[in-house]
């Protein structure tokens, strides 16, 4: 059994932290879902473990050793990063045909990675026809190819349509199943929450969560009320004096979170606030995920600096 772990993971170019001391650990039997906005460090990380590039501190392991440390990687680590990798002129057997040797990698797993991806019927052809979501299939064709314990993808569903998207989930928690450690970056939550079964999420290059996704869930999604008034500064008192926020939205409605239509309703009858509207909103993943990632997002990041 083999997990990834990551230590105090620094990574700066010039005056830029791409990666601010994360620590965070991988393990087997489950699909980790790397999340966070773009800019937030998941490409780098996944190089430095990868080993295409040094930290400036900190350090990045697969079963305990540095990936450049590994006898025969492939066999051990499977990695998509740039699906753009494969060469243009060559077939989709080929360019597997060609890692495979160049690895030592028995001459059968081309024939077995090119059904398990879907691509046996375009195997032929020159990879500068497939698509992106094709090419995106035979990168993961390619990670596949060593049978190996760990699997390291970035935004594999990059250019897949619906039904890619499907089979990549399906696929993911195969691997999962079959006690391997997976990590697969991503910046959408809903996607990740599809296939994941824990999450780890960078902001601004440090780990803002490490946590099941159950636990996400459960402590993220909180309950909401949408409320409309003609006294919106009553409202406020009434809710403040109870220990709860309004947010006014640009509709002209209100968004009381963390509180239930109950709770609302009744203050306000109580302190004679003249509500137009009152409903109960079902908090929902990505806005869990927007709150505690909100002002990490790169632009945000580069205002702050300005
Ligand atoms: P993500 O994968 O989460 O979108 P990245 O790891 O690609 O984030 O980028 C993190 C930050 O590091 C960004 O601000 C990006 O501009 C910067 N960065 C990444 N690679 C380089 C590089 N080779 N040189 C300079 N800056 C880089």
Do not use: C
Not at 100 to 113: Q, Y
Not at 221 to 237: F, I, N, Q, Y
Not at 239 to 258: C, K, S
Not at 276 to 299: C, P, R
């Amino acid at each position: 059994m083999t997990s990834i772990d990551v230590h105090a993971l620094t990574k700066e170019y010039g005056a830029r932290r791409a990666v601010d001391h994360a620590t965070f650990r991988v393990l087997p039997g489950r699909v980790t879902g790397f999340l966070g906005p773009n800019g937030a460090g998941k490409s780098t990380t996944l190089r430095l473990l990868l080993g295409l590039d040094r930290p400036t501190s900190g350090t990045a392991t697969i079963g305990g050793r540095p990936y450049t440390a590994l006898p025969e990687p492939l066999r051990r680590v499977g990695a998509l990063l740039d699906a753009g990798a494969a060469h243009g002129a060559r077939t989709g057997r080929d360019h597997l045909r060609a890692l495979a040797a160049s690895n030592r990698l028995p001459a059968r797993r081309v024939g077995e990675v090119l059904a398990e991806t879907g691509l046996t019927p375009v195997a032929g052809h020159r990879v500068r026809t497939y698509s992106l979501g094709m090419r995106q299939r035979l990168g993961i064709a390619a990670a596949l190819l060593g049978d190996p314990q760990v699997l390291i993808l970035d935004e594999p569903s990059n250019g897949l349509d619906a039904e890619g998207i499907v089979w990549i989930r399906g696929l993911l928690r195969r691997l999962a199943g079959q006690g391997r450690t997976v990590l697969v970056s991503s910046h959408l939550m809903n996607e990740t929450a599809s296939f994941a079964d824990h999450l780890v999420v960078l902001g601004r290059g440090r780990v803002l969560a490490d946590t099941s996704l159950r636990a996400f869930i459960d402590a993220g999604v909180r309950p909401r009320v949408r409320v409309r008034t003609s006294d919106p500064a009553a409202l406020r008192g009434a809710l403040a004096r109870h220990g709860l926020d309004a947010e006014e939205q640009a509709e002209g409605h209100w968004t009381v979170r963390g509180a239930r239509v109950d709770d609302v309703g009744r203050l306000a009858s109580e302190s004679g606030v003249p509500l137009l509207e009152l409903t109960a909103e079902e908090g929902t993943l990505e806005q869990a995920y927007l709150d505690l990632t909100a002002g990490e997002a790169e632009f945000a990041a580069s205002s702050r600096e300005a």
